[in-house]
């Protein structure tokens, strides 16, 4: 149980005087306001109703501090601990102290500082100054009220942004998730050791989790436990504050994606009825941010509305620029695509903490592993994203995912692991990886988060492997990092010689159904792909004087075979032609399309024009347009269907080869390279 200093001055004083002692006291030993000691025993009540412990103030007499001769004891004995040590750390105790100032409604002074974390008054005012300069970012200022104190002005968005950031540093996976899985209705009065834990009420916590376990809990399978500490974070701190009558009061100018916000909503009516209290839209919208820094969504796919179109570009630039430095064919890899563009979707979306807590040293051990691999990352990320500054812990999951493609080597194997993983999706795929390629014995390696634990069991695998300790974990399991250095390899191989799996009966029937349903599924595809390239043209038309009139001159031509309502696709076309910069950088042309219930059939052909129009490429840089390439596709449009106009359009940007084969090759070598991508995307399926 956590106790912050001050805390701590009151209890041992109020078990020193167990007759009482007076608020007048209090004040002149603390050097505090009576509006802190009430809010210091307020805080103090709830902390200690779990130990049967009491503080009253009897009319006319101080406060007092009641309870079994044994549970006082029990107290005490907490009070012993030495946790003030934790706050010689300079970052720690800088984010304790945004912290205090941040909550706190009253102004703090200097002394009372120096007294809760056990410094000086010296050390006090250097923290305040390195605080002072790093609050710019967030729109915040350190005001000192000449008699008054210190304290933090600034909006509630800011401030709450501020907060929940440093709360989540300041706490491991594994703490936050084993005190979460702790909290019941039963016993909400418990409260962290964790100083930043702390600071969030486990009523609120747990309501937190209650909400994400009852909205569309498939929406978070692809989260990462960091992710999903962060979004729970900042929904108990917000219902914390919203409890108190902090709410947001001003919008964020930028509007948040549409799914965000249904997501939002979803969350906030459950809120509302928790806490009984009207939501604003500006809660709504402010939440709605806080979900776009997490992977929640499904992989995005180009005929999706809400499909950032410039952000695959710069995914896939990087790819390039990162394989070209490196020699290594890193755009082949269709699955570092995929998940690098959901991580820089989300990544982009966070926001930096002003203080930086210390780096992670699993990153770092995967950044020195792979060195050629992080250089090149952390210079071309500059490259394609030169507005946005990368924290350490972006740098490395970045390259976590460039060194998943290089480990990524399917061989065979016959035992059964499970991986405990609390730095993400990401380091767990590597130490897969490296499992699958070194230790032939194994079979099948389950990734599991931290937070997944209670509902695993565990006597299904042969072996249990965790890239963090475990107290209180009754199995045998080995912590190891996620590169599996030698002398880890050489312990694991030696443990998997004294395994023996038990023996798998497969049922031949279920092989062979699965079976049928392959053929048909490749039927399909190959159906659709023929269909494709008999459709494909490229022809040469004379343009109008617009690039709208011009695509719905293209559009008509289709009516009856491709389209059943031209003036529907048209409008369909140009609205995304609108919304996002569709141009390729360095190009002649730009890849229009649409996916709507008028067209029966995709499609896709090229249009050559006899003279160009001015547009914006991906790159926000003008291009002269010659070409135009279109890609229509049926809403709903089937899996098999999806795969194969997928490679059509990441297929452009690929490579520097395919860009140019689009850009100025011909019907026969446009269809061979269509031939190619359709024949590769049956064979991996």
């Known amino acids: 149980m956590y106790f912050s200093v001050r805390e701590k001055k009151i209890l041992a004083l109020l078990l020193e005087y167990p007759n009482g002692v007076a608020l007048a006291d209090l004040q002149d030993l603390l050097q505090v306001s009576k509006r ?48 003030n040590e934790w706050f010689t750390d300079n970052v720690i105790r800088q984010s304790a102290i945004v912290c205090s100032l941040l909550l706190n409604d009253e102004e703090e002074t200097i002394e009372g500082l120096s007294y809760d974390f056990a410094v000086s008054t010296t050390t006090i005012t250097t923290d305040l100054q390195t ?12 005001a000192r009220l000449k008699g008054r104190g210190i304290s933090i002005v600034g909006r509630e ?24 899985d702790q909290l019941t209705l039963e016993n909400l009065q418990q409260v962290s050791d964790n100083y930043f834990l702390s600071l969030l009420s486990s009523e609120s916590l747990f309501q937190a989790k209650k909400i994400f376990g009852e909205v569309n809990a498939s929406l978070f399978d692809r989260v990462t436990d960091n992710q999903m500490q962060r979004i729970l974070i900042i929904l108990a701190l917000s219902i914390d504050r919203m409890k108190t009558g902090h709410m947001i009061e001003s919008d964020i100018q930028e509007n948040p994606k549409p799914e965000s916000m249904q ?15 009207s939501i604003t839209n500006q809660e709504v919208r402010f939440f709605a941010h806080q979900l776009e820094g997490v992977n929640y969504k499904k992989p995005q796919n180009i005929f999706i509305d809400s499909f950032d179109v410039e952000l695959s570009y710069k995914t896939r630039e990087l790819i390039r620029l990162v394989s070209e430095a ?37 990153l770092q051990k995967v950044m020195d592993k792979y060195q050629k691999v992080t250089a090149s990352v952390v210079e071309n990320l500059a490259v394609v994203f030169p507005d946005h500054a990368f924290t350490f812990d972006e740098l490395g999951y970045v390259v976590i995912h460039f060194a998943t493609s290089l480990e990524r080597y399917p061989t065979s194997k016959n035992l059964s692991t499970l991986v405990l993983c609390s730095s993400g999706i990401g380091t767990a795929r590597i130490l897969e990886s490296r499992l699958n390629k070194y230790i032939p014995e ?115 031509s289709l009516t009856g075979t491709i389209v059943s309502d031209a003036n529907i696709v048209t409008d369909l076309v140009i609205q995304r032609y609108l919304v996002a910069p569709i141009g390729i950088p360095k190009t002649n ?28 490429g991906m790159d926000k840089k003008s291009i002269e347009l010659t070409r135009i390439l279109l890609l229509l596709a049926p809403d709903p449009m089937p899996e098999s269907q999806s795969s194969l106009l997928g490679k059509i359009s990441s297929s452009i940007i690929e490579s520097d080869l395919n860009t140019e084969i689009y850009k100025f090759g011909n019907k026969e070598i446009i269809y061979q390279l269509l031939s190619s991508l359709f024949v590769k995307e049956i064979r991996e399926n």
Do not use: C, W
């Open 36 to 83: 802190t000691i009430y809010r210091e025993v307020a805080s103090l009540e709830k902390t200690i109703k779990s130990l049967d412990v009491q503080i009253i103030k009897p009319r006319g007499a101080g406060y007092r501090i009641v309870g079994d001769s044994q549970d006082l004891a029990k107290l005490a004995e907490q009070l012993d601990g030495d946790e």
């Open 131 to 142: 605080i002072e300069a790093s609050l710019v970012s967030y729109q915040l200022d350190l």
């Open 157 to 180: 968005n800011e401030r709450r942004q501020l907060l929940s950031n440093l709360i989540f540093n300041g706490i491991s996976e594994y703490d936050f998730f084993n005190f979460l």
């Open 263 to 277: 997501l939002a909503s979803q969350v906030m009516v459950k809120v509302a009825t928790l806490i009984k209290q």
């Open 326 to 362: 490196t020699s290594y064919d890193f755009y082949k890899d269709e699955q570092l695509f995929t998940d690098l563009l959901a991580h820089m979707t989300a990544a982009l979306k966070r926001s930096l903490t002003v203080i930086q807590g210390s780096n992670n040293p699993i």
């Open 442 to 556: 194994i079979e099948t390696v389950q990734a599991a988060k931290i937070s997944e634990m209670n509902h695993l069991n565990f006597h299904d695998y042969d072996m249990i492997l965790s890239t963090v300790f475990l107290p209180g974990f009754e199995l045998p399991y080995k912590v190891i990092s996620p590169l599996l250095l030698d002398d880890e390899l050489r312990e694991i191989k030696e443990y998997v010689r004294g395994i023996q799996p038990e023996a798998v009966n497969l049922n031949p029937t279920d092989l062979i159904l699965e079976g049928s349903e392959t053929f048909d599924e490749i039927y399909e595809t190959m159906r659709i792909a023929n269909n494709l390239l008999r459709a494909f043209d490229l022809k040469k038309i004379k343009a109008k004087e617009t690039i709208e009139e011009t695509l719905a001159e293209i559009i008509e």
């Open 589 to 616: 042309f730009a890849l229009f399309h649409t996916a709507a219930p008028e067209i029966k059939e995709p499609f896709f052909t090229i249009y050559d024009l006899d003279h160009s129009f001015l547009i914006q």
